[in-house]
């Protein structure tokens, strides 16, 4: 099965702290993501910067907005998509993420939520 995962994070609490102390939490991230890539599961892993567009139609016309239209402490600061057996293995895998692994996440209100997809086109 495929699993697409969602990190999300609260931007306030980020924010609020030094830019070195954040660059410091990233850099602890590394051998974490790397672990995470070694299982050989993962077919796409991406950070999303913190600009949003919303688009939608109406009357007939498509229209972008700024900004995420739900109102929300969370972003979604990162996406992957990974292969795995069951929901039990894409926990367990998306579990070695850095999302779940590095401990100042807590302070940021860091989490992960895991969704099998129905339907995943790959042209390799």
């Known amino acids: 099965m495929i699993f697409l995962c969602m990190g999300y994070f609260n931007p306030e609490k980020m924010d609020e702290r030094p830019r070195a102390e954040i660059e410091e939490v990233m850099n602890e991230c590394q051998p974490h993501i790397e ?38 402490k969370e972003r979604i600061g990162s996406v992957f998509i990974f292969e795995a057996e069951s929901m039990d293995e894409a926990i367990q895998l998306a579990s070695l993420h850095p999302t779940t692994q590095v401990s100042k996440g807590e302070e940021f209100d860091w989490r992960i939520e895991i969704r099998p997809v129905h339907y995943f086109k790959n042209d390799k």
């Open 35 to 72: 672990n995470f890539y070694d299982s050989g599961e993962v077919l796409l892993d991406a950070g999303l910067e913190s600009e949003i567009k919303s688009l939608r139609r109406v009357n007939g016309k498509i229209i972008a907005t700024d900004g995420p239209l739900t109102k929300t």
